[in-house]
């Protein structure tokens, strides 16, 4: 019997951590990316202007990403990310030069609620009980039907985390998927709130080691390889149409789609995606930090809303960012500069910088949205599909990419198994 090949299409964190989960499932693997490296939403270059490698855009984990964390240890990168040792997020209201930190304490007991220090100013104890309603409650409407979208617990605590985490309008946002954040983050304590940042750069963290761990497994994996179309029989994929090649599926192949929502939607015939995304916009300075600069800090009243401090730059982070998609260029990167400096207390004129606009940075998390985000499988057998904006009941972040790839995974894995049995049972 051929061993069974299985392509997986898109080499983003979704199609790299399915490929780095079947590597151990003795089936050929090959990767087809379309671009010239892996990394999709989520990679590191070198920027010839700031003379530097950057991201993309800074991403953050905190502790409780548990997928996440377990991919980062197959690929043996852990020691590429640098975690914050307390979940302290430092804040900085730009309006009156207010700071304060927001610091859940250890266990899932919410005992740093009792005190005024650790918690948003402004807000009292049953403020922040408002935000049970939201944790408790069961189904999908927007959060502003579940918690009160005003008054200072909101703007100074709510609203910065839930805007980075869902990258949409919180108001109008999925409190399902907000819920389920929080439940694995904020609801289990300090243990999983730990800020956790790839200080060295993405690539370096989420995918060298693991294109080095797939090519160790004889994974064989092609750039500039963008699939075009599939030809379908009835019940199956039949043929993979790339630019300048077909390859033709045997009985036992498989084929993970782990690319953007959109482009899955136009290969893929009655395929449900969601449809509508959020923009994020980030401005990278080529300036060392100050000593003492936070890991980061939360931006209130202003353009900028986190600041993230790598070695050698500063960059700056804002969510549903559509509106800043036609501001000019230096207009944005001024305002930008004058904030970071009274944020950092850096008194210098602006230094080289990047701002780079991701259009299509996730999909809206709105409800109507997530109710169009389809499972693992397809109507088609031997197709199976990952990535951020499918089922995966978490928002699109790493966390839920890799979850998505790990679902595919296992979907692929439980197809091989059954195929295996199958032959066993023909011979017997
Ligand atoms: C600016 C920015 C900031 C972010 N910040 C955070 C953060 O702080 N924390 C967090 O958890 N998440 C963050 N995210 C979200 C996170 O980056 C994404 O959820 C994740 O990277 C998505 O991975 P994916 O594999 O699902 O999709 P993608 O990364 O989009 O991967 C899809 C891949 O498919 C390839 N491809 C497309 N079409 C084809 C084709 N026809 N044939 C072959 N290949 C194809 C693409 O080139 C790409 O490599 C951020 C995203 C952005 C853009």
Redesign the pocket.
């Known amino acids: 019997m051929r061993t069974p090949h299985i392509h997986i299409?898109?080499?983003?964190?979704?199609?790299l951590s399915a490929a780095v989960e079947i590597a151990s499932m003795g089936a050929r693997i090959f990767v087809?990316?379309?671009?010239k490296a892996?990394?999709?939403?989520?990679r590191s270059y070198f920027d010839q202007h700031l003379g530097m490698e950057i991201d993309?855009?800074?991403?953050?984990?905190l502790s409780g990403n548990t997928h996440a964390l377990t991919y980062i240890r197959k690929i043996a990168a852990e020691d590429r990310l640098t975690q914050a040792p307390q979940a302290r997020f430092p804040f900085m209201d730009l309006r009156n030069g207010r700071r304060w930190t927001i610091a859940p304490s250890e266990g899932p007991l919410p005992l740093w609620l009792l005190s005024a220090e650790r918690r948003a100013p402004g807000a009292n104890l049953r403020d922040h009980m408002e935000m049970l309603k939201l944790i408790w409650a069961s189904g999908d409407a927007p959060i502003a039907e579940r918690i009160d979208c005003h008054g200072p617990l909101y703007e100074n605590m709510a609203r910065p985390f839930l805007l980075a985490a869902l990258n949409t309008d919180p108001a109008k946002a999925s409190s399902a998927l907000g819920r389920q954040v929080m439940r694995e983050t904020l609801v289990k304590g300090a243990a999983a709130c730990r800020p956790i940042l790839a200080r060295e750069g993405l690539s370096p963290a989420f995918i060298d080691p693991a294109l080095t761990y797939l090519a160790r497994r004889h994974a064989r994996i092609a750039f500039s390889?963008?699939?075009r179309a599939i030809s379908f029989t009835d019940s199956r994929a039949r043929t993979l149409h790339f630019d300048d090649h077909d390859i033709e599926l045997a009985q036992g192949d498989l084929v993970i789609l782990?690319?953007?929502a959109n482009?899955a939607a136009n290969l893929v015939p009655g395929l449900s995606t969601p449809d509508a995304f959020n923009a994020?916009v980030?401005a990278h300075f080529a300036i060392a930090p100050p000593m003492g600069t936070p890991l980061m800090t939360g931006v209130v009243g202003a353009t900028s809303e986190w600041l993230f401090a790598y070695s050698d730059h500063l960059s700056v982070?804002i969510s549903a960012a559509n509106h800043l998609l036609d501001r000019p260029l230096a207009e944005l990167a001024k305002t930008i500069w004058g904030e970071v400096s009274q944020i950092a207390g850096i008194e210098a004129p602006p230094p080289p910088w990047r701002i780079l606009r991701?259009k299509r940075?996730?999909f809206a998390a709105t409800p109507e949205q997530n109710r169009r985000r389809p499972g693992v499988r397809t109507a088609y057998a031997n197709l199976l599909l990952a990535?951020?904006w499918t089922a995966t009941g978490l928002p699109?972040?790493?966390?839920?990419?890799i979850k998505?790839g790990s679902a595919a995974a296992n979907a692929a894995r439980m197809q091989l198994q059954q195929r295996t049995a199958q032959t066993h049972a023909n011979r017997g």
């Open positions: 299409i898109g080499a983003g964190l979704a199609g087809h990316e379309a671009a892996a990394g999709g939403r989520c993309n855009g800074a991403h953050l984990l390889t963008r699939l782990a690319i953007p482009i994020i980030n982070t991701e940075a996730t990535g951020d699109a972040t790493i966390e839920g990419a998505s």
